[in-house]
């Protein structure tokens, strides 16, 4: 029997997040980078495209349509509506950008406005200086939010698998907060969420992972399976800040690093790649690794449609430290 026939012969593997973890795929490199994030709440049911549901604020299509022209390291996201954070006629808006090419977590603006303010408020969040008539609404407490993506209409692994996830995630009071969030890419790695504004993307979880994310209680390395990345970072260079973060753990995330690969070859597909960093206590020094192709592994791309591929697997070579 081949490897391919043993997959299918396993229930549930029409679906494409079961199909890809039994299939043994990595998720590490699979995190989109990303130099910005707009999240607005959106009340549910969504669409398959979020941005053509009933309740997505028209007007605001043309807004972002200018502000993918002018950069296209952008995503805007959607969150549903949740009885802790939220109250009918008002809109949540948060705004996650890089603030330098090194860093450890993103900037974050957050407003609370009145649904009719919801498309000047956009318009002026590039340009601080206009945002001088949104002070009543800003909301400066600090916190760390949780996007798990739910959005079934899109794939049903993102319904079916991340409930558990928010469940558990909705046990701990704030500054922890958990958000339905729309399409956040590789619905195959469900149940999948982003953890900001630090921007870590985290894959194929299990019913217990949640807790250790938010804790972080355990051994980094426990939990390199479930690491999709860090949007900070282009694919290539997440996958060695993944073995980087693997090995030196919690710490690291406080590390202020740009990443960047200097060769890649185009026939074998590996590259080298450089990490360089700022600690805590100001030391400066970069990692350097090589970044090669391991294998193929078959996988599914949506659930139902009976869509395989083959994708690439790759394992980090000689990484050292400058």
């Known amino acids: 029997?081949?490897?391919?026939?043993?997959?299918?012969?396993?229930?549930?593997?029409?679906?494409?997040?079961?199909?890809?973890?039994?299939?043994?795929?990595?998720?590490?490199?699979?995190?989109?980078?990303?130099?910005?994030?707009?999240?607005?709440?959106?009340?549910?049911?969504?669409?398959?495209?979020?941005?053509?549901?009933?309740?997505?604020?028209?007007?605001?299509?043309?807004?972002?349509?200018?502000?993918?022209?002018?950069?296209?390291?952008?995503?805007?996201?959607?969150?549903?509506?949740?009885?802790?954070?939220?109250?009918?006629?008002?809109?949540?808006?948060?705004?996650?950008?890089?603030?330098?090419?090194?860093?450890?977590?993103?900037?974050?603006?957050?407003?609370?406005?009145?649904?009719?303010?919801?498309?000047?408020?956009?318009?002026?969040?590039?340009?601080?200086?206009?945002?001088?008539?949104?002070?009543?609404?800003?909301?400066?407490?600090?916190?760390?939010?949780?996007?798990?993506?739910?959005?079934?209409?899109?794939?049903?692994?993102?319904?079916?698998?991340?409930?558990?996830?928010?469940?558990?995630?909705?046990?701990?009071p704030q500054p922890v907060r958990v958000w339905r969030t729309s399409h956040i890419g590789n619905h195959r790695l469900a149940p999948t969420l982003i953890d900001f504004p630090e921007g870590r993307y985290w894959g194929h979880l299990e019913p217990d992972t949640p807790h250790h994310l938010v804790q972080r209680d355990g051994p980094m390395a426990d939990l390199r399976a479930y690491y999709r990345g860090w949007a900070g970072l282009p694919p290539l260079a997440q996958m060695v800040e993944g073995e980087i973060f693997a090995e030196l753990g919690w710490a690291w995330r406080d590390y202020r690093k740009s990443g960047q690969v200097l060769t890649l070859d185009d026939a074998t597909g590996d590259a080298q790649v450089q990490i360089d960093f700022i600690s805590p206590t100001g030391e400066t020094g970069s990692y350097r690794a090589t970044v090669s192709v391991s294998g193929m592994v078959m996988t599914l791309n949506n659930s139902g449609k009976g869509d395989f591929r083959e994708v690439k697997q790759y394992r980090v070579n000689n990484l050292e430290r400058l």
Not at 10 to 23: E, G, I, N, Q, T
Not at 112 to 130: C, I, S, T
Not at 138 to 152: E, I, K, S
């Open 1 to 172: 029997m081949s490897s391919l026939q043993s997959i299918t012969a396993c229930p549930d593997v029409d679906l494409c997040a079961v199909f890809s973890k039994r299939s043994g795929e990595d998720p590490i490199g699979t995190a989109p980078e990303c130099d910005r994030y707009l999240i607005v709440e959106v009340p549910m049911p969504w669409g398959r495209n979020v941005l053509q549901s009933k309740n997505f604020p028209v007007a605001l299509l043309p807004v972002m349509e200018q502000a993918a022209a002018r950069s296209a390291k952008g995503r805007c996201l959607a969150i549903a509506p949740d009885p802790r954070y939220s109250k009918p006629g008002y809109r949540r808006i948060l705004y996650f950008q890089r603030p330098a090419s090194q860093f450890a977590i993103y900037d974050k603006q957050e407003f609370w406005v009145p649904e009719d303010l919801v498309v000047p408020l956009v318009q002026a969040l590039p340009n601080p200086g206009e945002l001088a008539g949104f002070k009543p609404y800003r909301q400066t407490a600090p916190t760390r939010d949780f996007l798990v993506c739910a959005h079934a209409e899109l794939d049903i692994c993102c319904g079916r698998f991340s409930r558990p996830v928010y469940d558990a995630l909705k046990t701990y």
